[in-house]
């Protein structure tokens, strides 16, 4: 039973244009999302986290998006560079877990020139 | 200041055999983790460790044994492997619940 789910197992954008990654999650207890960014033989690396008593967080060219009534958030990249090509996870974690994180398959995302 | 560093970068097991994968952190966090990721998978998390001398089980527990004996190490331990423990393996490392940094993984081979 995956508690977080990433359905587009790639995605490919043109360079300067907008890329939208989406997660779902079933698990109304967690109240932590996180965006991670995996290159190939390295480590996730973290970059955008939203609590869910906010809708909407933003770092530079990162944005996420929460929907609590639907359990799905998205993570909006413009624009898009090159650089940007990688695996995203989303994960999501419950409050006094000891912040374990439960996380989705990934996306990848191809960054077109 | 490395971060977290993993030992080794691979390694390749004949079934039934054993071995120790080594994490070790310098940013004096309190808590650290062992996932697994496998193909078409997100991480799953093994075991963790949320201080000296701790561990706990997490979400694919059976066949590791973990160690925490000093703060800023945590070992995974694999008693007899099989086909089914091949796969990359992540430790990471955190004191809050927004970041944890990852190593750069070990891939490990069981034939």
């Known amino acids: 039973d995956q508690q977080v789910k990433q359905n587009s197992p790639s995605l490919s954008v043109q360079e300067g244009r907008i890329s939208i990654l989406n997660c779902d999650y079933t698990n109304s207890m967690f109240d932590y999302f996180l965006w991670y960014k995996k290159y190939p033989a390295e480590g996730p690396t973290f970059l955008i986290s939203?609590?869910?008593i906010k809708d909407k967080n933003e770092d530079g060219r990162f944005t996420v998006f929460l929907n609590k009534s639907a359990k799905h958030l998205s993570l909006h990249i413009v624009p898009s560079q090159p650089g940007d090509s990688a695996v995203y996870f989303c994960a999501a974690s419950v409050m006094d877990s000891n912040y374990q994180l439960i996380w989705g398959a990934g996306t990848k995302l191809i960054i077109k020139p | 200041n490395a971060g977290v560093t993993q030992t080794p970068k691979f390694r390749v097991l004949k079934t039934g055999q054993s071995m120790t994968l080594l994490c070790a952190q310098d940013m004096n966090h309190e808590y650290m983790y062992w996932y697994r990721q496998d193909p078409g998978m997100g991480l799953r998390l093994i075991h963790y460790?949320?201080?000296?001398?701790?561990?706990a089980k997490g979400e694919v527990p059976d066949g590791y044994n973990v160690s925490r004996l000093k703060k800023q190490n945590f070992l995974l331990g694999l008693e007899s492997a099989a086909p089914s423990q091949t796969s990359v393996y992540f430790c990471a490392s955190s004191n809050n619940q927004e970041t944890q940094y990852f190593g750069p993984g070990t891939r490990l081979l069981v034939l």
């Open positions: 939203i609590s869910s």
């Open positions: 460790s949320v201080g000296e001398g701790t561990t």
